[in-house]
T-cell receptor, first 114, second 114 residues
Framework: AQSVTQLDSQVPVFEEAPVELRCNYS??????LFWYVQYPNQGLQLLLK??????LVKGINGFEAEFNKSQTSFHLRKPSVHISDTAEYFC????????????FGDGTTLTVKP | EAQVTQNPRYLITVTGKKLTVTCSQN?????MSWYRQDPGLGLRQIYY???????DKGDVPEGYKVSRKEKRNFPLILESPSPNQTSLYFC?????????????FGNGTRLTVT
């Protein structure tokens, strides 16, 4: 079984400051990792994904994430946030041995203040 | 435009009155899935379908039914809704390389059962 833990339920930050949203996962097999963003009254949209290769992956809207296998982490970062980045962010894993299942973290609400 | 369409967006009903939430995708995706989102609990998978006539339970299937008679449609059925099924529901679909492919989400259906 796999699990995903997002370490912060809420992250308030000022505009133009850097931000890191933390995600740890647990799995007995290698997994694929995703970050999704959910804006108010909308569904989730893909920000970025890690399948293999370089451990630093870049996504849309200036976000990037680093896969750390030894620490089983996949933290999301942005060097300078905007008001429009205010949203809920979900880390997710999919299991190659169970194609039907994706496991999501509980979400982190990022609030960017002016 | 590639999209997943859910209807209705909002639904208020009473305990025991059968309802169906529709989901349709226009991307020819084989995989479709239903999730419910509750505060502090993230997204939990209800049912999924790997292809037409192939469905399986997710983490929280009790009280729900699904069917997949056509590739594009994956309705969620609540035969006898109860207040604990009040939630925000999302339908999602994914391409053939399921575990590597991101999920495409609908905009959600907010269900209230009184």
């Amino acid at each position: 079984a796999q699990s995903v833990t997002q370490l912060d339920s809420q992250v308030p930050v000022f505009e133009e400051a850097p931000v890191e949203l933390r995600c740890n996962y647990s799995s007995s097999v290698s997994v694929y990792l995703f970050w999704y963003v959910q804006y108010p009254n909308q569904g989730l949209q893909l920000l970025l994904k890690y399948l293999s290769g370089s451990t630093l992956v870049k996504g849309i809207n200036g976000f990037e994430a680093e896969f750390n296998k030894s620490q089983t982490s996949f933290h999301l970062r942005k060097p300078s946030v905007h008001i429009s980045d205010t949203a809920e962010y979900f880390c997710a894993v999919s299991d190659p041995t169970n194609a039907g299942k994706s496991t999501f973290g509980d979400g982190t609400t990022l609030t960017v203040k002016p | 435009e590639a999209q997943v369409t859910q209807n209705p967006r909002y639904l208020i009903t009473v305990t025991g009155k059968k309802l169906t939430v529709t989901c349709s995708q226009n991307m020819n995706h084989e995989y479709m899935s239903w999730y419910r989102q509750d505060p502090g609990l993230g997204l939990r998978q209800i049912y999924y379908s790997m292809n037409v006539e192939v469905t399986d339970k997710g983490d929280v299937p009790e009280g729900y039914k699904v069917s997949r008679k056509e590739k594009r449609n994956f309705p969620l059925i609540l035969e006898s809704p109860s207040p604990n099924q009040t939630s925000l529901y999302f339908c999602a679909s994914s391409g053939s390389r399921r575990v590597e492919s991101p999920l495409h989400f609908g905009n959600g259906t907010r269900l209230t059962v009184t």
